[in-house]
Each structure stands twice: as C-alpha cells, then as structure tokens.
C-alpha cells in the first residue's frame, strides 16, 4: 500500500472540501517528488508529493512566488503543508516542449523560451533582495564535475584511470569553473530545457523544476536550452541563436559580455560543464536510483562535449583523454 499517496488523498480532500477528486500520476521526474493531477470537476491541479526527509520545500515556495512576481509562468502554490511534504500547485498542462519541437516550430518556442529567460535573467538586476538565491560557487562546480568521475567513469564505464588521466580531469575541471566564475551573474532556473518547459496557450511557457535555482553564470540556462540534453541543432543554428540572445540581453541591460565571440565562448565552456555534470547524474539515476530511462541520451550529452572540447585549446587535454577513453561506446 502508497501510504504517502493515500495520505496526500486525504489531506488534498480537507483542502479542496466537499466534492468528487480524482486523482493520477500526472509526471516522471528525476527527483524524489512525486506530482498528482487532481481534477475536481471542470478545475485541474497538481498535488506534489515532497517527502520533508528528502529535502527542504521551502525554497520551492519562495522561488516559485519571486519568479511568478516578475511574470513568468511557473505553478503558483496554493495551499503548503511542509510538515507532510504536500503542496497543491497551479497546473500548466502536460504539453512538453519536447513533444511539440521540430524544425517548423523550434524558431517560434525557442523565440518565447528566450523571451522569459530575458525577463528571469533582468530579474536579477530590477527586484529588490535579488541576491536571496545561493551562489553557484567553485565548490558546487566542482561537486557537480567530479559526479562525471564518480558515477560515469569509475561506476558505469568501471574505468581505473590512471595518475595522468586523473590529472587530466583535475585540470578540465578547474579551468571549467574559473570559466562558469568570471562570467557575469544573474539568476540562474538550473534545469531550463525541453523536459522542464510546457506549451501553454497563454504566457508561454510554462517553467517547471526551478528549486534548484542560484545566481550563476549568465549562459548557464541558455546552454540548457540550446544544446539540451534530450534535443539536438545544428551548431550554425545554435550559434545563430546565442549571438540574437547576446543582443537582446544587452538591449535589456543584462551583462553579457564585452561582444559576441566572448559570450559564445563563455558558452561552450559552460556547455562542457553542464554536459559533463549531466552525464554522470544520468548514469547515477540507473545506478543508485534505479532509473535507467535517461542513459540513451549520454551519447548526445557526450557528444556535445567531444565536439567543443575539440574546439578550444585548453580543452584538448579532455578531448583526446575522451577519445581513448572511448566515452560514447556503450554509453
């Protein structure tokens, strides 16, 4: 027997009072929440089930209403009890980016997927207490590199690496997070892509899965975008992209960089870091969680990886060392 799904019954009943619930699955997510479609009769919400021992919900709440303040479209939380982990949301439909993406409509999504992250990232700079997110500093860059080490290479792919391989990593791995620090900082969703943004019919998109969100670099989210782990574009067609979003950060007084060929640069780099972290969280969801849904898209992931580190001459120490490794087969 579900105890915590019989018990978010109960309390989603007390909640909305009198009257037929019913009640299904309404998503996966590679979290510990579980979320919930409740319909009540013409009314659909979403009752999220956050066990309180897995995480603290309270900085859901506070980002969810400071991103909605600023006219974004994320679920609004209306009623939260965090002593049981229940929360009963806004519902933004289950229409995935993801689903509806192809190269008839990715001008027009990406066009309004760009559009918010301008309104998120100028955020930054016109809200009062802008600074109540947590840094992404050194130490969680580094933590987040070093899951690429742990969970893909040593636990997935069983590779003993030798002292200069191990170097190698610990040398990418720096020069990756001095990369992501001297970009200019800005508030940062941290998951902003096709499975996490929904096709809605007004105020599109609908934003999902931001409690993870801080004050990082300003290419971070659009690297999420573009060179998204579950979709793939041409690099013209990427690049065309990240120069019409320098130009529009800059119009809306965001920092981004002294010209185009910094900010593309501040990008792949922070590509590779993103890729790389990706990569082992993937291989750690079959591993530890059990989830092996996501380890048909590493070969995508690394591949972005292998393609800009051969591109950059600080990176060729990783590409070369990816090469032997021979990342991609049976990933």
Known sequence: MDTRLEALKDWTARVLGPGRLDIRPASADASFRRYFRVTAGQASLIAMDAPPEKGDMHSYVTIARRFHALGLNVPEVLEENHDQGFFLITDLGDELYLRHLSDRTVERLYGYAMGALVVLQAGSFTQTG?????????????RELEIFREWYLERHRRLKLTAGQQAVLDETFAFLARSALSQPRVWVHRDYHSRNLMVTKRNNPGILDFQDAVLGPVTYDLVSLLRDCYIAWPRAQVEDWVKGYHELALQSGIPAGADDAQFLRWFDLMGVQRHLKATGI??????????????????????????????????????????????????
């Open 130 to 142: 802008g600074k109540f997110l947590p840094d992404y500093d050194d130490a969680l860059l580094r």
């Open 282 to 331: 993937f291989a750690r969801l079959n591993h530890r969680d059990g989830k092996p849904g996501y380890l048909p898209d590493i070969p995508r992931t690394l591949g972005y990886v292998q393609e800009v580190s051969a591109r950059y001459l600080e990176l060729q120490p990783l590409n070369a060392l990816l090469r032997d490794l021979r990342v991609t087969e049976g990933a």
